[in-house]
């Protein structure tokens, strides 16, 4: 059975070992990493990050302070854009601080290294993985929420993507909706190709796009014969796939999510579905690629993945 994750997970009896000191400037590079028998997540000390090996492509692993492990929390799985870093969105979201005020474990790992040392992620034929390299991300994110769930009690997975990772969320909220409860796309799409998301679930959408977004934009994009749909069409595909009304909700509401924008710039057009089940587009009005969020962005995101 999936990790949807209603599953009782077992929890290590080690979960209160405290994280390996990091590693100092000259010594072994092994230091400070957190390891442990394949399949599971090794301890790390709650209100601290630890690194955990996976298939050879570590992450980082937070546990936020305050934790029981005797109480199932979420999981939230963070993933950077195209040529950033873990460390690059969890600083531009504030994830680990919100891990701590919310009380969810937070999963930060890191894309592959392409040409120019450029992470990326293999999530669709448009974005990014532009050198063709053998790389399974959608394999090796399932296996990460089995390695937590493995030794963390979790009660749901959600994921929050920008950009490159946004186009990862979508594509693991299609692969592993056994998994994946809720996404957040902050300027990525989905596949253009519909036979290639055939979710077993609904899984919640929230796609947030700016109007002005240069680099993946709003109305949609190509590369080559690929293409991704508008952010409209992304969200209007979830709603479908989701078992939601095909007519958005006329009530629309407003929020004020960019530092550098007047007002209430962002329009949220959400679809009625069953219940627990969320299909919204946040259209922000004027919005770039990488916006100047207000410290209210996190926390509607958070509100609307975790419930």
Known sequence: M???????????????????????????PAAG?????????????PGTTGTVDLDGR??????PAGYDPAE???????????????????????????????????????????????????????????????????????????????AYPV???VVVGHSNGGYMAHRLACEHADQFSAIASLAGLMDGDPTRCLPAHPVSVVQIHGTADADVPYEGTRRGVDIAPSAPQTTASWARLDGCSDTPDDRARTLDLVEDLPGAE??????????????????????????????????????????
């Open 2 to 28: 999936g990790t949807r994750i209603r599953l009782a997970a077992v929890v290590v009896a080690a979960l209160v070992v405290p994280v390996l000191a990091a590693c100092a400037p000259g010594g072994d």
């Open 33 to 45: 990493r957190v390891t442990g028998p394949p399949g599971t997540a090794p301890a790390v000390a």
């Open 58 to 63: 570590p992450y980082e692993l937070h546990v």
């Open 72 to 150: 199932p929390v979420p999981l939230v799985v963070g993933l950077h854009r195209y040529a950033s870093s873990a460390a690059e969105l969890d600083s531009y979201l504030g994830l680990t601080a919100a891990a701590d005020e919310r009380g969810f474990l937070l999963a930060l790992p890191e894309g592959t290294q392409g040409r120019g040392r450029m992470r990326f992620w293999n999530a669709t034929a448009v974005c990014c993985n532009f050198e063709r390299a053998d790389v399974d991300d959608s394999g090796y994110l399932s296996r990460l929420v089995e390695q937590v769930a493995a």
């Open 155 to 157: 009660s749901r997975a």
């Open 266 to 307: 962002t329009a949220v057009t959400a679809y009625p579905c069953p219940d627990g089940v969320r299909a919204e587009l946040w259209t922000v009005e004027g919005g770039e690629h990488i916006p100047a969020l207000t410290p209210a962005f996190t926390p509607a995101v958070l509100d609307l993945l975790l419930g």
